[in-house]
């Protein structure tokens, strides 16, 4: 079984079940596609498998995690930051992951289009976030969330940042803090001076690309998080999701336990699936 394209969703702490996953299946198929698609948190650990140092920067969030930190740390206040915590520690694990090595296997590997909402110009970032956040609040209560796109009615636009066209690694780092914007949690995001909200807000899962290519008769595969709750498959495309729920916070940064379980699960079904193909 081969694709041409590989969508990877957003979703969180669930999206190292697409860690598990990739790992799994890539070791017994090969996996080339021409390119990938990835949103939110579906471009970090998208960015880790195509820089081929997953296992590193996963023991390193594990090690982490194990450490028990709570996701809140009022003394911050003091020093006029953020008590939300997860903002600032998913920058520093990117940055000291990522250097000038990972940025040049990443750009040997098919291109990954990071997935971002960018704001209009006539629009406060915080603005955008708290119209976009709370449509898509309401949009989950009204349908079963399975494709978001609440932040088109705020006028958010999509735009996609190539890992072929990043100059360096501090900008690949800005883009996968941009895609991943959701504040209060996450900073309002900010490449190459432009402000950038979380890209699940216009398109989550990434089908519009994905649909591009799908109507040339491509064959891509869509890698949801949501358990029981995927995108239903249209013509050319696959959509697995995990096989059983993952029921850890998407933002909950001491949670060892919870995101062991989500990449052991895609562990387990990336096997099933390379061995099903």
């Known amino acids: 079984m081969t694709f041409d394209a590989v969508g990877l969703a957003g979703g969180g702490n669930r999206c190292y079940w697409q860690s598990g996953f990739l790992k799994a299946f890539s070791e017994h198929q090969p996996l080339n596609p021409r390119f990938y698609v990835s949103v939110s948190a579906g471009a970090y650990h998208g960015a880790m498998f195509l820089a081929g140092v997953g296992d590193r920067v996963r023991e390193s969030a594990f090690a982490f995690a194990e450490k028990g930190h709570r996701g809140i740390d009022w003394r911050a206040l003091r020093r006029r930051q953020s008590p939300l915590v997860v903002g600032?520690?998913?920058?520093?694990?990117?940055?000291?992951?990522?250097?000038?090595?990972?940025?040049?296997?990443?750009k040997a590997a098919p291109p990954m289009l990071i997935q971002l909402s960018g704001v209009p110009d006539w629009m406060p970032g915080a603005l955008g976030a708290l119209g976009s956040i709370g449509a898509y609040q309401i949009e989950k209560l009204l349908t079963d969330g399975t494709h978001s796109k609440a932040g088109l009615r705020m006028k958010l636009r999509p735009t996609w940042f190539s890992t072929?066209?990043?100059?360096?690694?501090?900008?690949?780092?800005?883009?996968?803090?941009?895609?991943?914007?959701?504040?209060?949690?996450?900073?309002?995001g900010r490449v190459r001076g432009r402000a950038y909200l979380d890209g699940g807000l216009v398109d989550n899962p990434p089908l519009m690309k994905l649909s591009e290519v799908e109507a040339k008769g491509w064959k891509t595969l869509l890698l949801s998080t949501r358990f029981g709750r995927t995108p239903p498959a249209v013509a050319n495309r696959i959509v697995v999701g995990?096989?059983?729920?993952?029921?850890?916070?998407?933002?909950?940064?001491?949670?060892?336990?919870?995101?062991?379980?989500?990449?052991?699960?895609?562990?387990?079904?990336?096997?099933?699936?390379?061995?099903?193909?």
């Open 242 to 277: 995990p096989s059983e729920d993952i029921p850890v916070s998407k933002f909950a940064v001491g949670d060892a336990a919870g995101i062991r379980h989500a990449y052991e699960v895609g562990l387990r079904d990336g096997l099933a699936f390379a061995k099903s193909a």
């Open 164 to 188: 072929h066209n990043v100059d360096y690694p501090g900008e690949l780092v800005d883009a996968l803090m941009a895609t991943s914007s959701v504040p209060p949690f996450m900073p309002v």
């Open 88 to 106: 600032a520690l998913f920058r520093q694990l990117l940055a000291s992951e990522f250097g000038e090595a990972e940025l040049a296997a990443l």
